[in-house]
């Protein structure tokens, strides 16, 4: 069957979440454009999004953690990358200076990653691609991304984590 017009078990909890996480972006699109007029970016709080679905960690609190972590890792390899390439590498090899660092920091997300996993995981490696798109942006606002993707892990996972646990709350009594 290609359908299923059943209505869901969680169907209350998961509008919820839904609805919570809508108004947190409309809340952080707000304030998009006034922050990007004094140069930050706000597109680390949206990458959480991506994040939080893209992790699927059933322990709410290592879901948080991997977040947290994986996205300040994402963004200080960024930094790293494009520091070194720049500053030194670039100087040594050329425009291949910016290999030798990305090389790095992908084994450090591919095969430190099932040792460290808290720290080198799929968020780490978002955040590191999203953050070398405009490389300037990842040496001069490294400090702002990565504020921005804590708050985003902060306010949308423990957002959600809230409403997990009053659903399940509920459920109980």
């Given at each position: 069957m290609?359908?299923?017009?059943h ?17 947190a ?7 998009a454009v ?6 930050y ?16 960690e ?15 890792f ?22 291949y200076g910016?290999i030798?660092p990305?090389?790095?920091s ?9 040792i460290?996993?808290m720290?080198?995981?799929a968020v780490?490696?978002?955040y ?19 504020l ?26």
């Amino acid at each position: 069957m290609f359908f299923n017009f059943h209505k869901p078990e969680k169907f209350k909890m998961e509008l919820c979440i839904f609805l919570f996480i809508s108004l947190a972006n409309i809340v952080m699109v707000s304030f998009a454009v006034p922050l990007s007029k004094i140069g930050y970016r706000t597109w680390a709080f949206f990458f959480v999004n991506i994040s939080y679905f893209m992790l699927h960690e059933a322990d709410m609190k290592r879901k948080f953690c991997k977040l947290a972590f994986g996205a300040t890792f994402g963004c200080l390899l960024a930094f790293m990358t494009e520091w070194l390439s720049v500053n030194v590498l670039h100087h040594m090899f050329g425009h291949y200076g910016i290999i030798l660092p990305i090389i790095f920091s992908l084994a450090c997300v591919i095969l430190v990653g099932p040792i460290m996993p808290m720290f080198f995981n799929a968020v780490t490696f978002l955040y590191f691609a999203a953050s070398l798109i405009v490389g300037a942006d990842a040496i001069g606002n490294v400090g702002p991304n990565i504020l921005f993707a804590i708050l985003g892990v902060i306010v949308l996972d423990g957002g959600c984590y809230l409403i997990i646990n009053h659903f399940e709350k509920k459920k109980e009594q």
